[in-house]
């Protein structure tokens, strides 16, 4: 049984089925990544279980810790612990860095704010004043959104692209910020259709029109995405006899 | 019997400032409650002269000519009864060269049926500048109307920035109403941030004319209604002139049952001239709204972070 499950799961969104009859369970404390080409259902899936709005009319269940989290919102599922890294982190328009990251937690203190920004690679006495808005670049506010789940520590993370916006020098922070959140008792589940990021974690479901179509190690699963689902000419459509070869 | 200088330490304690402005030689200021100068301190190439009205003053404020104000001038006026009439009459005139910064609190702590306008005719002369912080700080009944009109020249190169602020009690009812004429190479700012909440009502009228060529002006509005509150934004920014450049710029986040209207009118009379606006007016943003709740914040209290650094 894992920390996280997901039970036949299948979101319809408009008319087009974007998750279908998903069941995995994620395990405590391990990092797992969700691999995917873009358009196979990755963030949708993020979104579900995140339970934001327009993502929370689907069928199947979701448990945490064994407990059913379907029916609750957005904020009564962060405070059971599970929290998202958005692919495109929100802009505030006047909120400072060092309020966005003060509201991930009633307990922090200054120190723990600064350990938080260190650990993504941003400088506290550079950052913490400015505010969360168009004046920081797209990988600026990753990191800082990174940080403020360091210090929320939730018990599950889901990072969708945590590599987007991010330079090559900044992108082994995220990686460390990752291994860290593990080290620090978090699962974490990786959204990514990069090999990159893939090599962080240490299970891997592969995803394709919705469904998982294979699963296990990393290496395995690296070996077919970059195989097959890269240069894919089949438009997202999975090829299940291949799959099972 | 209280003294002036009691009434003057009432009217600042309820501003709440961690800074001693008050006591520090170097900070001019002028303390005014209902139509009475209670405490007032001058500095070289400030020039102030006060008279009292029935019901408020008539004052000339004048930056001689040349004259740099290293620190901000204080003014406060207030009151400190329940009820009454405050009406300030003013006369601004920054003479060429000039520079100075005005931090003015309005305080109305006790009010319940207080009525505040402000007219004023401001000057700001060739290459002067001129900065004017207006602060507000309400009573909980919002029983406050406060009507300030101003008319603003900037000469030849002269710059004129005002932010108004009304974060702290409740607004009651306001109607500001700000017209400036740019000459040649002047910069004009001004930005207004007010929280509306029960019944509150606001009302913004803000008008630059940016009549000489390379005059920049930006009128910029961000502005919460909750509760009952209702908000109408009135932007309007002429550019007359070559290379005169203008933005309008105005966000109104309602919640609740407020209702908020922006007119933005941007107006170009010349082909080398540009003005441009944006207005953004409705629910707090979606996204945001469910990082903070990722985060474990409700969302009454994501909508208050969100509205406060908005407003911020």
Known sequence: ?245 | MKTNSDVADELYRTLQLTDNALQDPDIAHLVVNHNNVVGSHLIPGLEVEVDELDNGIQMLFRIKEGVQVKKPIHLCFGMIPENGLQQINLTVDIQSGARAAVLAHCTFPNAVDVIHTMDADITIAEGAEYTYTERHVHSSTGGVQVLPKSRVRLGKGARFKTDFELLKGRVGSINIDYETICEAHSILEMNARINGTHDDKINIREVGHLNGEYARGVLTSRIAVRGNSIAEVYNELTASAPYAIGHVDCKEIVQDNGIAQAIPIVRVNHPKAHVTHEAAIGSVDNKQLETLMSRGLTEDDAVDLIIQGLLS
């Open chain 1, 1 to 245: 049984m894992g920390i996280l499950e997901l039970r036949n799961l299948s979101l319809t969104l408009g008319d087009k089925r974007i998750l279908n009859d998903l069941s995995i369970d994620f395990w405590e404390g391990h990092v797992h990544a969700i691999v995917g080409p873009n358009g196979a259902g990755k963030s949708t899936l993020a979104s579900t279980i995140m339970g934001l709005q327009g993502y929370r009319e689907f069928e199947g269940d979701i448990f945490l810790n064994g407990e059913s989290i379907a029916s609750l919102n957005v904020d009564a599922r962060a405070r059971l612990g599970i929290s998202l890294g958005w692919q495109e982190p929100a802009r505030f328009e006047g909120l400072s860095v060092k309020s966005f990251l003060k509201a991930s937690s009633k307990n922090v203190s200054d120190d723990m704010i600064n350990e938080a920004m260190e650990n993504v690679g941003l400088n506290p006495d550079d950052y913490l004043s400015r505010k969360v808005d168009k004046t920081l670049s797209g990988g600026e506010r990753k990191r800082i959104e990174l940080a403020s789940l360091l210090i929320m520590q939730p018990k599950i993370v889901l990072l969708d692209e945590p590599d987007s916006g991010i330079d090559v020098e900044a992108l082994n922070r995220i990686f460390d910020a990752i291994q860290l959140l593990k080290q620090r008792g978090s699962t974490v589940i990786l959204i990514t259709h990069s090999t990159a990021v893939l090599e962080q974690a240490e299970h891997a479901f592969l995803m394709c029109h919705g469904a998982i179509v294979d699963k296990g190690v990393v290496g395995n699963i690296i070996k077919y995405f970059e195989n097959k689902c890269i240069p894919c000419g089949h438009k997202n459509v999975p090829i299940v006899e291949e799959i099972s070869k």
